[in-house]
């Protein structure tokens, strides 16, 4: 009998049953959100973003459903601060599944106050969000310099020994910043975050968004993600986590065949009426398109696109 095609992958050192996890932001700063991402069956689990002190979020509106599928928020990193990390952690460890803690922070020290209160607290690696489009200060500020995001990531990885992937989002320096993060210690890149754009209410005629603009993500980015990890996997052959739009198998397929050897899923998981079905389905119909084109593993086709 055939063997099945593994979907075993692994990133930045972390092993993985499978590619697809679950994007920071969608659940993910206590207990029940660890259990309940776990019961989707994602492969690792990603927080939401924690700064050191907890931190509060903009007025509604917050988050506005887009006609061609997208998602725009300005949800402002609100999180209850690094004291949630400990009972994230040991639940996951009960689960038995990889916990990613992404960090946020306004200066290089609080960026490292949170990455050193995760590894204390046994977590398996850091995400540094270093792209947020509308958190002022917190975000992709730091993402668009590459010499901020050098010393970012220098400094964090200089007081942790656990994996730390920076999550880069879209600027005219996206390539260079992915190179200054692997240069200054980074296992891997998360590509990319949501990109700063806007809605205008035509009958009150002002910004929908408290906050004017906002991040978009899901389907309407996805091809834009895709250049992103084709372009960085090309230049650096890094390990890429891909991120943005991802709602059914194939975006997993085409973010792999670009270079990334794990993805996540964010704004699908809140549009999905099956989440607990969702990414065993998607990992059916990854095995059997692997079959059907003659690979034995996920891995064997990791930026493969870029051969071709
Ligand atoms: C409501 C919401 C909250 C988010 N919060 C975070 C966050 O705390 N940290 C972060 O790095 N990204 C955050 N993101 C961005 C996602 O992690 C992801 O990069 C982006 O949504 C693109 O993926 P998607 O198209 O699958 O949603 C958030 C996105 C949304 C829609």
Request: charged share 20%.
């Amino acid at each position: 009998m055939d063997q099945e095609p593994s979907l075993r992958t692994s990133v930045a050192g972390i092993e993985l049953l499978h590619p697809i996890m679950n994007a920071s932001g969608f659940l993910g700063y206590s207990k029940e959100h660890i259990r309940r991402l776990a019961s989707y069956g994602f492969s690792a689990i990603v927080t939401k973003t924690i700064t050191p002190y907890p931190k509060k979020g903009y007025d509604p509106p917050i988050i506005i459903a887009l006609s061609n599928g997208g998602l725009l928020n300005a949800v402002g990193l609100e999180n209850p601060g690094k004291e949630c990390i400990n009972e994230m952690v040991e639940e996951a460890k009960k689960l038995g599944i990889p916990i990613i803690i992404s960090v946020g922070g306004a200066t290089e020290e609080e960026f490292a106050e949170v990455a050193e209160e995760a590894e204390l607290r046994g977590a398996t690696a850091i995400e540094l969000n270093l792209s947020c489009p509308h958190a002022k200060g917190y975000g992709i500020e730091i993402g668009m310099d590459p010499q901020k995001v050098f010393s970012v990531v220098k400094n964090v990885a200089s007081v942790t020994k656990i994996p730390v992937i920076a999550k880069l989002g879209l600027s005219d320096k996206v390539l260079e910043s992915a190179g200054k993060a692997l240069e200054a210690g980074a296992s891997g890149l998360t590509l990319i975050n949501t990109i700063k754009a806007m809605a205008i209410d035509i009958y009150s005629l002002k910004p929908i968004l408290t906050n004017v603009f906002g991040g978009l993500s899901g389907p309407p980015i996805h091809p834009i993600a895709v250049r992103v990890v084709y372009e960085v996997y090309r230049e650096y052959k890094a390990d890429i986590i891909g991120c943005g739009g991802v709602t059914k198998w194939e975006d997993v397929a085409e973010f792999v065949v670009a270079g990334a050897r794990a993805v996540e899923v964010g704004t699908a998981i809140i549009f999905s009426t099956t989440q607990h079905k969702f990414v065993e389905e998607m990992l059916d119909s990854l095995r059997n398109w692997l079959k059907m084109l003659g690979f034995k593993g996920i891995e064997e086709v990791v930026g493969i696109a870029q051969k071709i």
